[in-house]
């Protein structure tokens, strides 16, 4: 009997532990798959610490977008379209008139112009490259290159008797009547048939000084006409007396006096002058009009 009641208990206490097992079996299922509560599982922290200077820039999370917005159904109105286009009356036009292109416009043709040929001589220099006018025949060297007997100098546009130097040098001689007046001469050196020629250069020819006086009147006794020139000075009006031989100004000598004009010569450049004689006021013809010289003393009389 005593064998039998601990063996009933026995099985009692394996079915009650059974039950619990269910029910623990039970238990875990549901919180598996349903849980228990609305409370989101906190995040795990990660225990490794950030190292400086190389710390991850934060992520950006994109912001959600907001509510939209309901429209109160009284704004919303129908929009009622006429059907088709409407009608619009055809404009009108004259049928005589048509469109008339533009005429062409015609651009006129540029033509380059051909460079010419370079020169086969060349002509660089010539020398002297100064001269008064008036002065007389003087020597006129050119320096170049290329040069042949067959060349001449031309000054001008007349051919002059050329010397050959070298074929680096030329020489002629320029007559007085070529350089008469101030201007600039052209220079150039040629063949005569042309096949040969050179550059260009230019003979300056400037005008001389002249002397500043006016020749007003000659004194003089009878048979002896042309003895003494009355000059005045154009700067100070002085009357100066002069005879041939005297040097006016520190340059200009006089060479001959008559009862017309007088001439004086340049002694630094060689070149002539004449004076012709004025007179004074136009108080008459010569000799009435010619002044009288001014009076020193009163013992003195002009002749």
Known sequence: MATASVKESTDQKKVIIAVALGVLAIIALWWTFFGFGSSKPQPTRSSTRPVPGNTPAPVKTPEQPPAQQQLDAGYLIPISLPPGSPNVPEPRRNIFAFYEPPPPVEHPSVTVPTPPPPPPLLLAAVSPANVYAGTDDFTLDVTGDKFTPAVRIVMDGRELPTRYVSAQQLSTTVPAAMIANAGQRPVTVKSSDGTLFSTQQFLNVAAPPT????????????????????????????????????????????????????????????????????NDGEKGSFPQGRPTPKVQAEDDEPL
């Not at 520190?250 to 002539?272: C, M, P, Q």
């Open 211 to 278: 002397p500043n006086y006016s020749f007003v009147g000659i004194i003089g006794k009878k048979g002896h006409i042309g003895d003494t020139a009355l000059l005045q000075d154009k700067s100070n009006k002085e009357i100066l007396s002069v005879q041939r031989g005297d040097i006016l100004g520190g340059r200009f000598r006089v060479t001959s006096i008559s009862d017309r004009e007088l001439l004086v010569v340049d002694t630094n450049l060689k070149i002539k002058h004449k004076l012709t004689l004025i």
